[in-house]
């Protein structure tokens, strides 16, 4: 049985305000670090070049540590809950598997919450 949007009462205006700004959060600071990968590479190359005499190994562990935080940013906006049913927005209750998982989703794939109601 699927949970929708009759089951709960209307959506008021900022009841999800702070849920919502968490997401926005999570998003921008996914977008960030994918797209400021290539310009920490090549100022991070360029630094550690000059301050270390270009040492290949802290290069590795500073683009590592890059993909990781890009990685748990990743999940953790993947991951993100309704704040109306508090399952995952963006992906089914009952089947978790590929296909079934929608990062750009207009709405809840679990009680119907539209994106930004209550903001
Ligand atoms: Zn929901």
């Known amino acids: 049985m699927t949970i929708r949007d009759h089951d709960f009462p209307p959506v008021q205006p900022h009841q999800y305000a702070k849920e919502w700004k968490r997401y926005t959060n999570s998003f921008v600071l996914l977008i960030g670090l994918f797209v400021g990968y290539l310009p920490f590479g090549v100022i991070a190359d360029y630094l550690i070049d000059r301050l270390l005499g270009g040492n290949n190994t802290v290069m590795m562990i500073a683009a590592f540590t890059w993909m990781a935080a890009y990685g748990v940013a990743g999940l953790r906006f993947g991951s993100f809950r309704c704040p109306r049913c508090h399952e995952q927005f963006f992906c089914r209750k009952r089947f978790t598997f590929f296909g079934f ?19």
């Open 101 to 119: 998982y929608n990062p750009f989703a207009r709405h809840c794939w679990n009680c119907g919450l539209e994106k930004w109601a209550g903001e």
